[in-house]
């Protein structure tokens, strides 16, 4: 296609800056197929027999590959190989996916520790037919924006300046299911596991891994931060957070002046609670800061916030503790984030918007999983297939996530990282390659 002058669109700068970006040369797929090789030989010697090691080599760089769809068929039939060893070995192989976790977070501290990161918690549901996938039942799912059929997942995301990865994941338990001992038998759920909330399970992801992953923050949406028992466990055991809230939560403006007594003899009445919307609707606007959270693609990252010391009241009226509320609001889209802190005051504003942030690694984090690696394209049932599943996505994020930025180092595009159609194309050939060598071995 030409312009009107008659010069190609393709001879414009642009154009060529984004071609010369988009290029995939031959030394880049082999390096990444040794690259694959370096990375995979912390994880195979973990797998107890040369056949597991074999099929994890095989769905690892089949999750990495341009497959359509990455769950065991499509990827042993690429693979040249029978169909039932993979779909065995991702389903109830007799492998310990704890301790692939456990190295994992080793490699993720030593590639991407920050002591001013955040851990970023969260949920995320798959959508299920039937009635026999292990957790499954009418859960809501904000992907779907109504109540479905679905399982869901417990996450844990490292996110700091040097990069993000998802360090745990927990398959949630509903309570009627937690109770059906047929049905716990059937999918294999252990005893030792009992009905636990959500925001429970990440506060045990919290715990065991905090001391490993240099962090400054913990992070998470209003799933998990309007319940005022984390929070409380959280300031507890020493963790600095900032944890989105519902906009209609009730908060006492601790700054505010009190109300005048109604009879000389009677104490000052208290600053009564409103709603964090409304109380942030009231402010004037030279009360509101701009702040730059970061550079960005097309410009700073910029947004308006206003922040107040306040009290909220627990679900039996109890009022809580001294915390910090912050209105975060973004400058292009007018979104607003309500939040709930712990930070002391030598704490500055533009710290805790700067940490806040993080918490969109995790929805960056669980988008590239579904997207890239497969992550909600499973057929196992059972509570171990469900976790060997998402250890074995969440090794191929992690290489995902390293190699990105190995090649962004060197051909970075306009956002930095190499474009991730091109990404698929270096990784299929390095995945096919990977097979291919393993085979003949």
């Known amino acids: 296609m030409e ?19 988009a290029s995939v040369d031959r030394a880049d797929v082999l390096g990444c197929k040794q690259r694959l090789g370096w990375f995979l030989q912390r994880y195979l010697p973990l797998f107890y027999r040369q056949e597991q090691r074999e099929n994890a080599r095989l769905v690892i760089s089949g999750r990495l590959s341009g497959l359509e769809r990455k769950t065991s068929e499509p990827i042993a039939r690429a693979a040249g190989v029978q169909r039932k060893p993979v779909q065995f070995f991702v389903g109830s192989g007799k492998w310990d996916d704890e301790a692939v976790m456990d190295q994992l977070r080793v490699q993720v501290a030593e590639e991407l520790a920050d002591p001013n990161a955040a851990l970023v918690i969260d949920g995320s549901t798959f959508a299920k037919k039937g009635k026999d996938s292990c957790g499954v039942g009418r859960q809501w799912s904000g992907r779907l924006g109504k109540v479905d059929n679905c399982q869901t997942g417990v996450f844990l995301v490292y996110a700091g300046a040097r990069g993000h990865a998802m360090v745990d994941r927990r398959l949630y338990l509903p309570q009627d299911w937690a109770g059906d001992s047929v049905r716990r038998d059937k999918c294999h759920v252990p005893a030792k596991v009992v009905f636990t909330e959500k925001w429970r399970l990440a506060l045990e992801m919290i715990k065991q891994h905090g001391a490993q992953l240099p962090h400054q923050w913990i992070c998470g949406d209003d799933e998990f931060g309007k319940v005022t028992e984390l929070r409380r466990e959280l300031r507890q055991n020493h963790h600095r957070y900032v944890l989105d809230v519902p906009s209609r939560t009730l908060v006492r403006d601790l700054e505010a002046r009190r109300p005048p007594r109604r009879h000389k003899n009677k104490r000052r009445r208290s600053v009564p609670l409103c709603r964090a919307d409304v109380w942030a609707a009231r402010q004037p606007p030279q009360r509101w800061q701009r702040l730059t959270i970061r550079a960005g693609e097309q410009g700073p990252l910029e947004v308006e916030a206003i922040e107040r010391r306040v009290q909220t009241m627990d679900p039996k009226h109890r009022l809580g503790p001294q915390e910090r509320l ?47 690696v497969g992550l909600g394209q499973y057929e196992c049932r059972s509570w171990v297939g469900w976790h060997h599943h998402m250890t074995l996505c969440l090794v191929a994020l992690l290489f995902l996530t390293l190699e990105r930025r190995e090649l962004g180092g060197k051909n970075p595009g306009l956002d930095g990282f190499t474009n991730t159609p091109d990404f698929h194309r270096l990784a299929a050939s390095a995945a096919a390659n990977a097979t291919a060598d393993s085979r003949a071995n």
């Not at 009107?4 to 010369?20: E, F, N, R, V, Y």
């Not at 975060?328 to 942030?357: F, M, N, W």
């Open 3 to 21: 312009q009107m002058t008659g010069t190609s669109i393709l001879d414009a700068p642009q154009a060529q800056k984004l071609l010369d970006d």
């Open 326 to 372: 912050v209105v975060i609001r973004e400058l292009k889209t007018r979104h607003t984030d309500y939040c709930l802190s712990d930070a002391g005051p030598e704490i500055s504003l533009l710290e805790v918007v700067q940490g806040h942030a993080q918490r969109h690694r995790m929805e960056e984090s669980l988008q590239e999983g579904k997207q890239e």
